[in-house]
């Protein structure tokens, strides 16, 4: 299959920052000749702005703008995005035009400025990608509208502020607990959620926050929190999605290099890349 790797290496509107660093860490490592060695026609790029002139908020959105033109361009290669925030869902989402979500993240993501006790712009990603804040900037990304919350499926969130588990549990967004996939196995526990999301329309953006695998499998942030999944369940899970639904694209997010000093999550990343690519595949 034809694919765009499409690195945007930012955490919070700065470049080579933090968790910025992961994509092209993933890059070095190998992820794209990974693709290529199963066949896969692979080009990547980066993807820049000049975003901290706009400061965080600004800043974050003119990548969320900059990325929704480079994944329409990307057409019709497979656009997988490398990047340093959740919010690169935003430029995907606008490239990709109206999809459901399959949000996979130790978080919710579900802060909006009111009630975020960090301030932490990122940790509002679901939350902006839902209609719940940031309506007018959200505005600016050519082809992004808000998700209904009914197209989306939240899995492996276990680390939830308290004003995020009010704000989850007033949604309308289905989830997918760890404990439960643990207990029934992957096919049991996301096929209902998935099966709703497909009669709601066929395509899905996959969003994977690395940060939802648990850490003995790889420590991916400084956010990392205990009781995430197994490389081999969200690989499963990928799979399953990409069997039911149309993924039109995906994210890999969240590497702070700094925080995996064995070197543990590059090879993590290439195999769920690698099955990510697979499943969108599977269906054409
Ligand atoms: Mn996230």
Same mark, same amino acid.
């Given at each position: 299959? *034809? %694919? /765009?790797? !499409?690195? @945007?290496?930012? *955490?919070? &509107?700065?470049?080579?920052? /933090?968790? +910025?660093?992961?994509? +092209?860490?993933? #890059?070095?490592? &190998? #992820?794209?000749?990974? @693709?290529?060695? /199963?066949?896969?026609?692979?080009?990547?790029?980066? %993807?820049? $702005?000049?975003a901290e002139a706009g400061g965080e908020v600004g800043g974050i959105f003119l990548l969320a703008r900059? @990325?929704?033109?480079?994944?329409?361009?990307? $057409? =019709?290669?497979?656009? !997988?995005?490398?990047?340093?925030?959740?919010?690169?869902?935003?430029?995907?989402?606008?490239?990709?035009?109206?999809? +459901?979500? #399959?949000?996979? *993240?130790?978080? +919710?993501?579900?802060?909006? =400025?009111?009630?975020?006790?960090?301030?932490?712009? *990122?940790?509002?990603?679901?939350? %902006?990608?839902?209609? /719940?804040?940031?309506?007018?900037?959200? &505005?600016?990304?050519?082809?992004? !509208? =808000?998700?209904p919350d009914e197209s989306v499926v939240l899995a492996g969130a276990r680390d939830l502020e308290p004003g995020e588990r009010v704000i989850l549990a007033r949604s309308g967004i289905a989830t997918v607990e760890v404990p439960r996939v643990r207990e029934e196995g992957v096919e049991a526990a996301f096929g209902p959620a998935l099966d709703a999301l497909a009669e709601r329309g066929d395509r899905l953006y996959l969003h994977l926050d690395l940060d939802v695998l648990d850490p003995t499998e790889a420590t991916v942030n400084t956010f990392a929190a205990r009781g995430g999944f197994t490389l081999d369940e969200v690989e499963a899970a990928v799979r399953l999605a990409g069997s039911r639904l149309e993924i039109v694209g995906a994210t890999l997010a969240a590497y702070d290099p700094d925080a995996d000093p064995e070197g543990r999550v590059p090879a993590a990343a290439a195999r769920l890349a690698a099955a990510i690519v697979e499943s969108a595949g599977a269906r054409k």
């Open positions: 299959m *034809d %694919v /765009r790797i !499409l690195a @945007l290496p930012y *955490d919070s &509107g700065r470049r080579e920052w /933090r968790m +910025g660093r992961g994509p +092209g860490h993933l #890059l070095r490592a &190998g #992820l794209e000749e990974a @693709l290529r060695g /199963r066949g896969h026609r692979v080009t990547a790029e980066r %993807v820049e $702005a000049d900059t @990325l929704a033109e480079r994944v329409r361009e990307a $057409a =019709p290669a497979f656009p !997988l995005v490398l990047a340093g925030n959740c919010s690169a869902a935003l430029g995907v989402l606008g490239g990709t035009g109206p999809a +459901g979500v #399959l949000w996979m *993240d130790a978080h +919710g993501d579900l802060n909006t =400025p009111e009630s975020s006790r960090s301030g932490f712009v *990122d940790g509002m990603s679901l939350a %902006v990608a839902t209609g /719940r804040c940031w309506t007018g900037i959200a &505005g600016t990304i050519r082809g992004f !509208l =808000p998700v």
